[in-house]
C-alpha cells in the first residue's frame, strides 16, 4: 500500500512556546565530538584528505569533519550550545555535502550515499533541537529532499544489502511534510517573492509522490496561482491526474517533459503505472488467438531494453511468444510491484546534470 500524506499545519496546537538551545558552534563538527572521534578511531573516509590511511588513526581536520546523527536515548543530557550549529553553519555543511562529497570519485556511490544520509539528519536533528525558523528550515530541507529523490533513482537497481528504498522513501516523506507546512505557514508563492521555484518544484514532486490521489490533485488546486501556471506543476499536475483518470499511457508521455529532478521521482512511480496498464491491457486485449507487439509496450511503458519488458510480463504472469504478448485476463498477477528499473530518457538527461547544481538549486521559474 502507499502512503497517503496529509499535511497538517502546527498552527492549530495550543500550547506554550518551548525554550530552544541556540548554537554556538562554527565548524561543521563540534570540537567535543571532533576530539572523541579521532580518538576512537572514528573517522569516516569522507572525512579525510584522499590518500589517507585510516591506520593508523588520523587526525580529525576542522574542515572536513562533519557531525553525525546521534539517536537521542533516556538519561541523555541536554546539549550544549558550543555543539549545536547555528543555521549559517548548517547551510554551509549542506552545501559541503552535496558539493565536495556527493561527487568523490573512486569510492562507491552506496558508500558516499550512507555518508551524506547521517550527516543530513544531524543536520535535521539541530533544526530541531533549536526550534529554528522557517526560513531558515526551509533553506535546509530543500536540498535534503532533492538528496533523497535522485538517491531513490540512482540507487533503485541495488540490492536491498546496500540500499533500502523504503527508508529513503521514509525520510523523503518526513522532510516534504515539513517544508509542505512551513510554505503554507510563511505563505510563500507570491510571483515576486524569492523561493517560488523552489516551492513549486516541491509542490510538484508531492504531486509525483502520490501519483493519482484525488487529496493531493486537490492541495494543488488550491494553491496561489502563481504556483499553479509554473511549468513544473503543471506537468506533474496533469500527470497525476493522468494516473487518477486510468490514462497510463498519457501519464508515461508527460515523464520526460518534466524537469531531471522531476523526472527521478516520477520514474520511481513507473512500476505502479506499469502494473495498472498491464493489468488493464490483460482484459482489454485477452485473447488466445492475438497478440501484443513487444516493442509497442516497450516504447509505451518506457522500458529501458526489451529484457525488462520480458521480466515484468513474468512477473505478472504474462506470456511473451518471440517478439509478441499473449495476454488473457484469468492469468495476470497483481499482487505485487515489478521492480524499479533506470529509464533511458532519465539517465540520458541525469548524464548531463551538474549534480551539485540540481541538488542545490531549485528549476528555473517558468
Known amino acids: 500500500m502507499r502512503e497517503i500524506v496529509k499535511v497538517h499545519s502546527t498552527s492549530d496546537m495550543s500550547s ?216 513544473a506543476l503543471k506537468t506533474a499536475f496533469a500527470m497525476s491526474l493522468a494516473m487518477w483518470c486510468g490514462n497510463y499511457i498519457r501519464a508515461c508521455a508527460l515523464l520526460p517533459q518534466l524537469s531531471p529532478l522531476l523526472m527521478c521521482i516520477a520514474a520511481q512511480q513507473l512500476p505502479l503505472i506499469r502494473r495498472r496498464a498491464l493489468q488493464v491491457m490483460s482484459c482489454a486485449y485477452s485473447s488466445h488467438n492475438l497478440t501484443f507487439p513487444l516493442s509497442t509496450l516497450q516504447t509505451l511503458l518506457l522500458y529501458k531494453t526489451k529484457g525488462q519488458v520480458e521480466s515484468d510480463c513474468r512477473h505478472y504472469s504474462i506470456l511473451v511468444k518471440g517478439n509478441a504478448i499473449s495476454f488473457w485476463k484469468g492469468a495476470f498477477q497483481p499482487d505485487t510491484h515489478g521492480p524499479c528499473l533506470h529509464v533511458e530518457c532519465v539517465d540520458t538527461v541525469l548524464q548531463s546534470c551538474d549534480l551539485p547544481k540540481l541538488l542545490l538549486h531549485p528549476a528555473v521559474d517558468q
Open 16 to 231: 506554550s512556546p518551548p525554550t530552544f538551545i541556540k548554537g554556538t558552534c562554527t565548524d561543521m563538527c563540534p570540537v567535543r565530538e571532533r576530539k572523541l572521534r579521532e580518538k576512537e578511531g572514528l573517522l569516516h573516509l569522507l572525512e579525510l584528505p584522499i590518500g589517507t590511511p585510516l591506520h593508523p588513526a588520523p587526525e580529525a581536520h576542522p574542515y572536513l569533519t562533519v557531525k553525525s546523527f546521534s539517536r537521542s536515548a533516556a538519561g541523555q543530557h541536554t546539549p550544549y550550545q558550543d555543539d549545536l550549529r547555528p543555521p549559517a553553519i548548517l547551510y554551509k555543511t549542506v552545501c559541503h555535502l552535496l558539493t565536495n562529497i556527493i561527487e568523490r570519485q573512486g569510492m562507491e556511490w552506496c558508500i558516499v550515499y550512507d555518508f551524506v544520509f547521517d550527516r543530513l539528519r544531524a543536520v535535521r536533528q539541530d533544526l530541531v533541537i533549536q526550534g529554528l525558523g522557517s526560513v531558515d528550515s526551509i533553506m535546509v530541507l530543500e536540498p535534503t529532499v532533492r538528496f533523497h529523490s535522485y538517491a531513490g533513482y540512482r540507487l533503485c537497481a541495488e540490492p536491498l544489502s546496500k540500499f533500502d528504498p523504503t527508508i529513503n522513501r521514509t525520510h523523503l516523506l518526513e522532510c516534504l511534510k515539513q517544508l509542505l507546512v512551513l510554505y503554507d505557514e510563511v505563505q510563500l508563492g507570491c510571483h515576486d517573492t524569492p523561493g517560488t521555484g523552489a516551492r513549486a518544484e516541491m509542490e510538484a514532486l508531492y504531486l509525483l509522490l502520490t501519483l493519482g490521489y484525488s487529496e493531493t490533485l486537490s492541495r494543488s488546486l488550491h494553491l496561489p496561482r502563481e504556483l499553479r501556471e509554473h511549468h
